[in-house]
């Protein structure tokens, strides 16, 4: 079954860095769309970067400049460096991806940015 598995979050201090990770199997992971969300307390889950199959990004304008997601085919994996964080990017991170098995995430990566 299509399993996504996120590392790479923690604690930083605003004006910080940090790389998430989401790791993929159990489909073909080179054809796929992949996203990452985030999810803050008491709010709705909310698209933070896509990366298309052929390499094609979005992001919204709120992370816009500050996070880049890239993707390694050869890897099965797809990146969020997030630069510049503030405190309103803390949430809990998820990868997550579209396929004919239906929409799979992640099981989130905690990201709180604090001084």
């Known amino acids: 079954q299509v399993q996504l598995v996120e590392s790479g979050g923690g604690l930083v201090q605003p004006g910080g860095s940090l790389r998430l990770s989401c790791t993929a199997s159990?489909?073909?992971?080179?054809?796929?769309?992949m996203n990452w969300y985030r999810q803050a307390p008491r709010k709705e889950r909310e698209l933070v970067a896509f990366?298309?199959?052929?390499?094609?990004?979005n992001y919204p304008d709120s992370v816009k400049g500050r996070f880049t997601i890239s993707r390694d085919n050869a890897k099965k994996t797809v990146y969020l460096q997030m630069d510049r964080l503030k405190p309103e990017d803390t949430a809990v991170y998820y990868c997550?991806?579209?396929?004919?098995?239906?929409?799979?995430w992640g099981q989130g990566t905690q990201v709180t940015v604090s001084s």
């Open positions: 997550n991806v579209n396929t004919f098995r239906g929409n799979s």
């Open positions: 159990g489909f073909s992971f080179s054809i796929y769309a």
């Open positions: 990366i298309t199959a052929g390499g094609i990004t």
